[in-house]
């Protein structure tokens, strides 16, 4: 599988980006539950978002709930994740993460749950 993040880039408190995972190699994007994660130099990958596969549930980490939305596009095999009211300590890599998942209501929070990955994209946030 794989996964191509991309959106990152420099940006000033206050501002957003939106954020793209598309799954390249022909797989279909509905089988699979969806994550975004990140790490922030120093510190260790942390749970941003994930959705289901049906994309009817989704879950935020405390941190950016409010400002950011997951959102998935099967017809276009993407997941994003529009970043809004960004503050400095949203800078990291924000990672995609994919999972075969059974059934279409599941999403995980864990990144030990996710098979694979994408890899990364650098979101900077002046202050």
């Known amino acids: 599988v794989q996964l191509q993040a991309s959106g990152g880039g420099l940006v000033q408190a206050g501002g957003s980006l939106r954020l793209s995972c598309a799954l390249l190699?022909?797989?279909?994007?509905?089988?699979?539950?969806m994550g975004w994660f990140r790490q922030a130099p120093g510190k260790e990958r942390e749970f941003v978002a994930a959705i289901s596969r049906s994309g009817r549930y989704t879950s935020y980490a405390d941190s950016v709930k409010g400002r950011f939305s997951i959102s998935r596009d099967d017809a276009k095999n993407t997941v994003a994740l529009q970043l809004n009211s960004l503050k400095p300590e949203d800078t990291a890599v924000y990672y995609c993460a994919a999972d075969r998942a059974i059934l279409t209501a599941v999403l995980h929070t864990n990144s030990n749950d996710y098979d694979y990955w994408g890899q990364g994209t650098l979101v900077t946030v002046s202050s």
């Open positions: 190699d022909g797989r279909t994007l509905s089988w699979y539950a």
